[in-house]
């Protein structure tokens, strides 16, 4: 049940009659356990779904997992009284295992799964078998203009803000390109979308690996895959061959994540891109008609004013380079899991206030003003 589908179907409405709105969308799915799947910004709304299936009934399990169930561990039954269970790290075998202990009273609790109350678990960071894992049913997806396809899981790098290393590792995994290939085109071809439409590849670090790369381009090249496809990278990953064979295989979007205009910021958060050739590799990109997004993070805790300018200076240049770049910035927000989250005090954070996300959860009756900081992400 994709809830947030469901919402921007129906009009994306924020106001106090949404919960009734999503009591009702649960009580067209009777069950004996729910799960719901949480992560920094739909944390709030995973409480409070779990609230409202307690309200229902009290007896019914309801166990949470994900990036944010995974940071939080046992500290997630601190913030809530309506959750049973936490499941940790790569669930899709873990639940399996959940579940069949849940119906089987003697089972014991297995690994990766902490139960309310009962602080005697065993966990460690777990990684699936990507390509063992079963296709998704895209058919509730059919009429949106771009779906994520997964790629792969892992990254091997440590940026300081960034959780991923300690949710998914630093082994980089990618799903067999045959796969990716031949469910990316049977998706597409039932996408109901007049115009626009493409894939999106999931994977922070697709083209890092220039040998998985080049197999993808020379099978999509290779085979009746026409379909075009957005995917995300490091820009210092990319060259004019990797530049060519995105052009070539049908390319229409790139997200490259840049963060940070200052050098001095670079280093101290363990992104470290060299910025002096970025603008001519965006221009070449841009040139092919592919269309480049890059997000930039403010308020880093070591930031100055002049670090600042200096990410404000090159976001201009960048927004002069083509109608086809589209900068966003977003704030920072340490997320648990992260070096940050470790070395800031919380206690310290300010509320943005003008955020969008601010406005619509106090528009539809939470008290955001007074909410522990592990609620929000804002």
């Known amino acids: 049940m994709d809830l947030a589908l469901e919402h921007k179907k129906e009009g994306y409405f924020f106001t106090k009659e949404i919960f009734t709105w999503i009591e009702n969308k649960i009580k067209l799915y009777p069950s004996k356990y729910?799960?719901?799947?949480?992560?920094?910004?739909?944390?709030?709304?995973?409480?409070?779904?779990a609230k409202i299936i307690k309200k229902l009934d009290y007896k019914k399990i309801v166990f949470v997992g994900g990036p944010q169930a995974t940071a939080l561990k046992e500290k997630i039954?601190?913030?809530?009284?309506?959750?049973?269970?936490?499941?940790?790290?790569?669930?899709?075998?873990?639940?399996?295992?959940?579940?069949?202990?849940?119906?089987d009273e003697k089972a014991q609790l297995p690994y990766n799964v902490i139960k309310r109350d009962e602080m005697d678990y065993t966990c460690q960071l777990t990684s699936e078998n990507i390509n063992e894992i079963p296709p998704l049913d895209y058919k509730d997806y059919y009429n949106v203009r771009i779906v994520d396809v997964e790629m792969g899981r892992g990254c091997p790098y440590s940026c300081y803000y960034c959780s991923a290393k300690s949710l998914v590792g630093h082994n980089i995994r990618y799903k067999k390109i045959e796969k990716i290939l031949s469910e990316s085109q049977e998706l597409y071809d039932n996408m109901c979308a007049e115009t626009r439409k493409y894939i999106n590849f999931n994977h922070d670090n697709f083209l890092s690996s220039r040998k998985v790369f080049k197999e993808f381009i020379n099978k999509k090249l290779g085979g009746k895959y026409g379909f075009p496809y957005g995917c995300e990278g490091r820009i210092d990953a990319i060259d004019d061959e990797i530049i060519d064979d995105l052009y070539k295989s049908n390319c229409v979007y790139l997200f490259v994540g840049l963060e940070t205009g200052s050098e001095r910021m670079q280093e101290i958060s363990k992104k470290r891109l060299h910025l002096n050739d970025i603008k001519s590799k965006i221009k070449k990109i841009t040139d092919k008609g592919i269309f480049f997004e890059s997000n930039f993070i403010i308020g880093f805790p070591e930031e100055t004013l002049e670090d600042l300018y200096q990410t404000i200076r090159l976001v201009a240049e960048l927004s002069w380079i083509s109608f086809n770049v589209r900068i966003s910035y977003s704030f920072m927000s340490p997320e648990p899991g992260s070096e940050v989250f470790h070395n800031v005090n919380l206690d310290e954070c300010v509320m943005v206030k003008?955020?969008?996300?601010?406005?619509?959860?106090?528009?539809?009756?939470?008290?955001?003003?007074?909410?522990?900081?592990?609620?929000?992400?804002?």
Do not use: A
Request: hydrophobic content about 45%; some cysteine.
């Open 34 to 49: 729910y799960g719901i799947s949480i992560m920094n910004g739909t944390f709030i709304w995973g409480l409070e779904i």
């Open 77 to 103: 039954f601190d913030i809530t009284t309506n959750i049973d269970y936490c499941l940790l790290y790569e669930g899709e075998t873990t639940v399996l295992k959940f579940l069949n202990m849940i119906e």
């Open 354 to 378: 003008d955020d969008h996300i601010y406005s619509e959860l106090k528009s539809v009756g939470f008290d955001v003003d007074n909410m522990p900081v592990l609620y929000l992400r804002l």
